[in-house]
């Protein structure tokens, strides 16, 4: 079930009718629902996304999932916080343009996106130089999955061995253009790029750390 009609919103329900499910789709305004193509199986349900009857209209007792996607903030938490508080639906998430209020909406159990964050990372991404960016972060931004250079000395050593030196997780290395999930045995080859899990505020610790030959005391 997805609240909200907007480009967001009907461009999700394309994508899970042609993988096969069910969708019900709701929004206030009945002329939102023009942005969903002709051949549309799903339903259309016109009204607000945390009114109780609305959602038991269009099937949220049945729902296996409720994506709030709307253009309001408040009324995605609400409704997100309906569909699982009220209706029991476990797998919500709830789309947000402010990103400070993500750290108390995650207290609340609800997974949140924030857009707005999320979009300046991207760009970030693109025209910052690489690494200086991460690739992806916590909806609080206190966790962070980041590229990190490293020094040609640390090849060869076990991707294994260079997390207590880094005090970091090694997450994936990307070998020739594709993801290697780390095991005990992965050592580091000439050309990997090394993708790291951490805490923003010790990336530039880290950074400093692999960026440098490993010492006799690393």
């Avoid at 349900?45 to 609305?54: A, N």
């Avoid at 997780?169 to 005990?184: K, S, T």
């Avoid at 530039?204 to 960026?211: E, F, G, P, T, Y």
Wanted: aromatic share 6%; hydrophobic share 45%; net charge neutral.
């Amino acid at each position: 079930m997805i609240m909200g009609c907007g480009r967001v919103g009907s461009t999700l329900a394309h994508i899970l009718e042609d993988n096969g499910h069910s969708v019900a789709i709701i929004d206030r305004d009945p002329q939102a629902f023009r942005r969903l193509r002709a051949g549309f199986r799903g339903r259309r349900v016109t009204g607000i996304g945390f009114d109780r009857g609305v959602l038991t209209d269009a099937g949220i007792e049945t729902a296996t999932a409720y994506v709030a996607v709307s253009s309001g903030d408040n009324s995605n938490i609400i409704s997100a916080r309906v569909a699982r508080e009220t209706f029991g639906v476990d797998n919500v998430v709830a789309r947000i343009y402010d990103p400070r209020r993500a750290e108390v909406y995650q207290r609340l159990g609800i997974p949140t996106v924030a857009t707005v964050r999320w979009t300046a990372d991207q760009i970030l991404r693109r025209v910052m130089p690489e690494g200086a960016e991460p690739l992806w972060r916590d909806p609080t931004g206190a966790v962070v999955l980041a590229e990190v250079p490293v020094h040609p000395a640390w090849i060869g050593i076990r991707a294994a061995d260079l997390e207590p030196r880094a005090r970091c997780r090694a997450a994936f290395i990307n070998r020739m253009g594709e993801a290697l999930v780390i095991a005990d045995d992965t050592v580091l080859q000439e050309g990997d790029i090394l993708h790291v899990i951490a805490a923003e505020n010790d990336m530039d610790r880290i950074n400093k750390v692999l960026a440098a030959a490993p010492g006799k005391d690393d």
